[in-house]
């Protein structure tokens, strides 16, 4: 595709994307959960999105998951803040199939039980992971990338010859938008700074538009100035998106928070908005006091 065919397609998307903001009450932000439940689809009429309830997981009789319990809402922008090895990542493990608990439930939606699908079937289910370190091509365009987030893993030769279609060529295009890599699509992605190479994986994973993103430590080793437009982006993708966003920039979490949960020892410490657990004694005193 061209840069050209890729104008067109912004176009089309902005044109599109206006038509939904004048279509709904809310902006078309909410337009998808309010519907009736489809086959293959995630059933959030109970207002969750994700469920945790009495998880827990030992490695070699350490609890490092105790108990834990939690639900996210669909859209929402969820926080998780916690001291060094709480179980913040272990958590992420297990919702993402990575490492299975001994006890508990773990549902996404209200009928689909994530403890029956590994790894691969959960990422198709539409659970996106980022992990800390980038994982882009660096051989490859900032372009290239994005296109082969969209490929099916059946070997060299379907990837030689697969082509966009349209909606997938408007979907790269409003991608490179939100992640701010617009003028950069036929960069290098070696050549990106960390903080665009962040960027680059998170758009990689919102090609497969994912019904909820799990990112852990996303701004950890970005610029003041790269941590800020991350807030920006995990603001815009709020509401479209669900999202849970481990970090310990409390800066960051500031920006963007609605609800932090405070995770320590493998359960839930405390939860609400930033100030009502930065007041929380026990919480100064497990974390933010160090
Ligand atoms: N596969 C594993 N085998 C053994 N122990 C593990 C394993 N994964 C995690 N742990 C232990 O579980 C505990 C929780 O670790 P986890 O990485 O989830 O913490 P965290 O909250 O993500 O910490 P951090 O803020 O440092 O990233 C730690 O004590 C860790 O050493
Ligand atoms: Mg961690």
Redesign the pocket.
């Known amino acids: 595709m061209t840069p050209d065919l890729l104008k067109q397609g912004a176009q089309r998307v902005a044109q599109r994307l206006e038509k939904v903001s004048t279509d709904t009450e809310s902006g078309g932000r909410d337009a998808s959960y309010g519907r009736v439940h489809k086959l293959g689809e995630v059933d959030v009429s109970h207002g969750r999105i994700l469920y945790l309830e009495d998880v827990s997981v030992s490695?070699?009789g350490?609890k490092?998951?105790n108990r834990l319990s939690l639900d996210i809402a669909p859209g929402e922008l969820r926080c998780i803040i916690?001291?060094?090895?709480?179980?913040?990542?272990?958590?992420?493990?297990i919702i993402t199939g990575k490492?299975r608990p001994d006890e508990g439930q773990v549902f996404f939606g209200s009928t689909i039980d994530l403890l029956r699908h590994n790894e691969p079937e959960i990422a198709q289910l539409g659970i996106g992971r980022k992990f800390q370190k980038p994982t882009v091509f660096e051989q490859l365009s900032v372009f290239e990338n994005l296109e082969l987030a969209l490929k099916t893993p059946k070997g060299v030769k379907s990837s030689m010859f697969f082509k966009l279609d349209s909606v997938q060529s408007d979907r790269l295009a409003e991608v490179l938008h939100t992640i701010h890599l617009a003028d950069s699509v036929l960069t290098q992605a070696g050549n990106l700074s960390h903080g665009q190479k962040q960027w680059l994986e998170i758009g990689m994973l919102l090609m497969q538009d994912p019904k909820l993103l799990l990112l852990?430590?996303p701004v950890a080793g970005m610029t003041d100035h790269e941590t800020e437009r991350t807030a920006e982006l995990f603001l815009s993708l709020k509401g479209k998106h669900s999202l849970m966003v481990?970090e310990?920039d409390m800066g960051f979490i500031k920006t963007i928070s609605d609800i932090v949960t405070v995770?320590c020892d493998?359960s839930v410490l405390a939860q609400g908005t930033l100030d009502q657990v930065q007041a929380d004694e026990r919480v100064i005193e497990v974390y933010l006091g160090r």
């Open positions: 490695f070699d350490f490092a998951i916690g001291p060094n090895g709480a179980g913040k990542t272990t958590m992420m493990d490492t852990d430590e481990v310990h995770l493998g």
